[in-house]
């Protein structure tokens, strides 16, 4: 009886690492086919109308997408960003524009968006829009999300989102994707490839 159990439980590890893999594989094929697409990104933003278009053609959005009221991805994120722009050249921190998009107009306004961003530098950029520019723009570039109620706490609800970072020029190709760590050397290592 106690074979049968170890069996199963080896089978089940075999299964979470099978589907890890995959997984794991699926987040690396941004822009192949059935991947990310991404394009153009044109909202309301703590710098006024944001575009992709306005940026110098040497330059890339760090783009993130989240919610201020997240208690731990996003505020980890942000962290990371701004860990990697420290840790590069001048010229080079130069040709990026950290830009977190709001996947939580209702209570995400553009001066809240400001006063929580300032907490991680004065150049990233806040950006928001209606929840049907947010579905299609999310849909773009692959990121899953959706609200969910929490009738026991004072927030009312959370947002449950993916957490990839994308290193975005100014046509919206995305040039990569990195995976949520809270580590920041998978982003500084895919900027420095990049760059």
């Known amino acids: ?44 933003s703590t710098r006024g109308e944001f575009s992709l ?36 050249e001048p010229t080079q921190r ?19 968006l400001e006063e929580y961003l300032a907490f991680f530098g004065e150049r990233f950029i806040g950006a928001t829009g209606s929840t049907a520019q947010l579905e299609e723009l999310a849909g773009r570039y692959g990121v899953v999300w959706r609200k969910v109620d929490a009738p026991d706490s004072a927030m009312n609800y959370t947002i449950d989102h993916s957490s990839s970072l994308y290193l975005v020029d100014r046509e919206g190709e995305i040039q990569r994707r990195v995976l949520y760590s809270p580590s920041h050397r998978g982003l500084l290592a895919a900027l420095h490839e990049t760059l």
């Open 1 to 44: 009886m106690k074979r049968k159990g170890v069996w199963a439980g080896v089978a089940l590890i075999v299964m979470m690492a099978v589907g890890g893999v995959g997984w794991y594989q699926q987040q690396l094929t941004a822009g192949v086919d059935g991947g990310p697409v991404g394009g153009p990104i044109e909202l309301p």
């Open 53 to 88: 278009e306005h940026l110098d053609d040497d330059q890339l959005a760090v783009l993130f997408f989240g919610y201020t009221h997240c208690p731990d991805v996003c505020p980890m994120s942000l962290a990371v960003v701004r860990q990697a722009l420290t840790e590069l």
């Open 94 to 112: 130069e040709r990026l524009v950290p830009l977190m998009v709001s996947l939580d107009p209702e209570r995400d306004s553009l001066a809240r």
